[in-house]
């Protein structure tokens, strides 16, 4: 069946870095735009980064633009988010989404920036 698992969320100073992976299995990967979103505490749901089916195009929100990468390894099946200069506003669980912001995520990875 179609599943994404996200991993790499960690405790992390800020300025911090982290590198957040989304293993997909079940569907053909390098065929979907594959998406990170977040959901701090108390608050909705957040579009992060979007990555074409080849990788070569990526979009990312204002909040991160300039900090954050996102990747891709089609061969492997797997997206990656790698957030540099983490601040304690992007304190969240993270998610990857298939197709959509909307579309199928994983359980998430939490991700937390304090001192």
């Known amino acids: 069946q179609v599943q994404l698992v996200e991993s790499g969320g960690d405790l992390v100073q800020p300025g911090g870095s982290l590198r957040l992976s989304c293993a997909a299995s079940g569907f053909l990967f390098n065929g979907y735009w594959m998406y990170w979103v977040r959901q701090a505490p108390g608050k909705g749901l957040e579009w992060v980064s979007k990555?074409?089916?080849?990788?070569?195009?990526?979009y990312y929100a204002d909040s991160v633009k300039g900090r954050f990468i996102i990747s891709r390894d089609n061969a492997r099946n797997t997206l990656y988010l790698q957030m540099n200069s983490l601040k304690s506003e992007d304190t969240a669980v993270y998610y990857c989404?298939?197709?959509?912001?909307?579309?199928?995520r994983g359980p998430g990875t939490q991700v937390t920036v304090s001192s």
């Open positions: 989404a298939k197709g959509s912001t909307s579309g199928l």
């Open positions: 990555s074409s089916p080849g990788g070569g195009t990526t």
